[in-house]
């Protein structure tokens, strides 16, 4: 089958409607003589004469007529279709989306996502999955709606970033440790006994490649991997210290002494990522304002 030439729908609705090839023509922006081609196609494909002349106008045939009102529907629809999706609206918005974070994303930035969330659009889900990898498939396929992370070498390029927060490092004992009183100095830190917590991509770690460079080395006794809420609960109980991302552990360290590090560390960005095949999407819009807002109020 020949495939049907779309155009001639408009070109038949403005036909209808004008009832003048010349009028038709100045509607689309076409040549009158251009019109009456497309007239004569439109004869051809339908086998009527469609509009036919009375004295000084055109007048429908009783086909013509049968096919106005259904080619000004299907004109509209076309239109519909290719026209920029609406602002949502959500209150009435029914969706559930998915975050992949960290435990810290969600212990700091969690209920004051949900109550923002809440606020205008309180029939939206949100499921937080835990991020133990940068696999970005998750994005690519479309089983996770946003996630949370720092852009790297090895961050898939095809994926949109927004910067939420800027963060650096910071050294936490409990309360009453040795660190919690007196000048700490690279040294003083780094004889204590550490917990290191290993992020999955990452192949060496910022505070030993810092201390490297002054020609000091920590003893790490304990290795976790994952996010910094265990380690924290390990050296709240303990003598050991554990070296942890400022704002992204704000209320974790609740009850904790946290110091300054007695060295220079690069800060980084946490940032919010998405698949390109949801940029233009409204709701997935407003929900990355909605992240953003979260994460500035706090």
């Known amino acids: 089958m020949t495939a049907p030439d ?6 038949l609705d403005a036909l209808l409607t004008e009832r003048s090839v010349a009028r038709a023509a ?18 051809a494909v339908t086998g009527d004469p469609l509009l036919v002349r009375a004295g ?16 000004r529907h299907l004109v509209d629809e076309v239109g519909a279709v290719l026209r920029p999706a609406e602002a949502v609206t959500p209150a009435r918005l029914a969706r559930t989306f998915t975050l992949r974070t ?14 923002r969330v809440h606020r205008d659009a309180p029939h939206v889900r949100l499921r937080f999955l835990p991020k133990a990898n940068k696999d970005s498939a998750p994005l690519r396929d479309g089983t996770v709606d946003l996630e949370t992370g720092v852009v790297e070498a090895n961050t898939s390029p095809e994926l949109r970033a927004q910067a939420l927060i800027r963060d650096r490092y910071v050294g ?16 003083r830190y780094a004889t204590g006994q550490h917990i290191s917590v290993f992020r999955g991509g990452l192949d060496d770690d910022p505070i030993d490649e810092a201390l490297t460079a002054l020609e000091v080395k920590r003893e790490v006794v304990v290795a976790i991997i ?15 210290i554990v070296t942890v991302p400022e704002r992204h552990s704000g209320t974790l360290r609740t009850g904790m002494h946290t110091f300054p590090l007695p060295f220079a560390t690069k800060p980084f960005t946490i940032s919010l990522l998405w698949h390109p095949r949801l940029d233009a999407d409204p709701a997935h819009r407003w929900l990355r304002g909605c992240v953003k807002e979260a994460c500035e109020a706090r």
Request: hydrophobic share 45%; aromatic share 4%.
């Open 226 to 240: 994952g996010g910094f809420s265990s380690a924290l609960a390990v050296a709240r109980a303990s003598d050991l």
């Open 172 to 187: 936490v004992v409990r309360k009453g440790h040795p660190l919690s009183k007196g000048k700490i100095t690279p040294h």
């Open 102 to 115: 960290s435990e810290g994303f969600v212990e700091n930035f969690g209920a004051a996502l949900l109550r």
């Open 56 to 71: 000084q106008r055109l007048v429908p045939t009783p086909r013509a007529l049968e096919l106005r009102d259904q080619v």
């Open 26 to 43: 100045d509607r689309l922006g076409l040549s009158p003589s251009a019109m009456s081609r497309a007239l004569a196609r439109l004869r």
């Open 6 to 11: 779309f155009n001639l729908l408009l070109t």
